[in-house]
């Protein structure tokens, strides 16, 4: 199984809280990697490097075995960010085919893309309204197609199942599970739900910058003698206090 991701060292402050604190960490590819910690532990932070939108203060990132930030390798990732990024004056559609666009895919992929990304999200029928006129949820949704639209091979997906019911929530799950499984996928979440988390192949620990627990969930259930994740979770808290 190769590498995909490669983070060495990572440091990162914001003035002088220090929001990342020598972060180290091997993502396999094919695997579905879950980001779980506090409100303001560094997740996003972590994430936002991984895909090169800021950089680390010292060490290094690479992906697929290029060093982060790198132009090419964005080809390669799909990133869903927690707040949304739509053009809200064009329809679902017009974003998508925007977004499409800015890949190297023909016409034909181009249409088969928006077809698939938004019948996953159970967008089709209201792929001709303006995103003005869309719920919070369905933006989510949006962005979640979009970050597929390129059929990238890194998929990284900030809390992306925020405000999306829970039938739609199973079928996306079920979806990046075919994904990791049919179509050897590396996917990264980051979540505040457990159940999510338990889907995952591994899960890092985030807190206050550092990752306190890293393995699979079975594996860090028995670590800390924990039935359910919530459990692992606190008791993780309270050994690092
Ligand atoms: N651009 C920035 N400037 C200053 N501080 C920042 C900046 N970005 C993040 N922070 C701070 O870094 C810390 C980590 O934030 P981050 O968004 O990574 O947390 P998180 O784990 O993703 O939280 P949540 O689960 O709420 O999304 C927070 O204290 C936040 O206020």
């Known amino acids: 199984m190769n ?4 983070i060495q060292n990572v440091n990162k ?4 809280k220090n929001v ?6 091997e993502i396999m590819e094919g695997k579905i990697y879950g980001f779980i910690g506090p409100s303001g532990a560094g997740k996003t932070t972590l994430i936002k490097m991984i895909v090169g939108m ?10 697929l075995g290029e060093k982060m930030p790198n132009l090419n ?3 390669q990732i799909g990133y869903m ?4 990024a739509l053009y809200k004056e064009l329809t679902g559609k017009e974003n ?15 249409k088969n893309r928006i077809e698939y990304a938004a019948k996953l999200v159970n967008l089709t029928a209201d792929l001709n309204k ?4 869309y719920s919070g949820g369905m933006r989510r949704r949006l962005s979640l197609a979009i970050a597929l639209i390129q059929n990238p091979k890194i998929l990284i997906l900030d809390e992306p199942t925020v405000g999306i019911d829970p039938e739609l929530k199973l079928s996306i799950w079920n979806e990046l599970l075919r994904l990791k499984n049919e179509e050897g996928k590396t996917i990264i979440v980051t979540t505040h739900v457990m159940d999510e988390a338990d889907k995952c192949d591994v899960i890092s620990m985030v807190r206050e910058g550092s990752l306190i627990a890293t393995g699979t969930p079975e594996q860090l259930k028995e670590k800390y003698s924990a039935q359910s994740l919530d459990e692992v979770f606190l008791a993780a808290g309270r050994k690092d206090q």
């Open 3 to 6: 590498q995909a991701i490669s």
């Open 13 to 16: 402050s914001f003035g002088k």
């Open 20 to 25: 990342l604190k020598d972060i180290k960490f």
């Open 54 to 63: 800021d950089i680390p203060d010292t060490g290094s990132i690479y992906l």
């Open 73 to 75: 390798v964005l080809q």
């Open 81 to 84: 960010a927690q707040s949304d």
């Open 96 to 110: 998508l085919m925007f977004f499409a666009s800015l890949y190297q895919l023909n016409k034909k992929e181009r």
């Open 130 to 133: 303006k995103v003005s006129a």
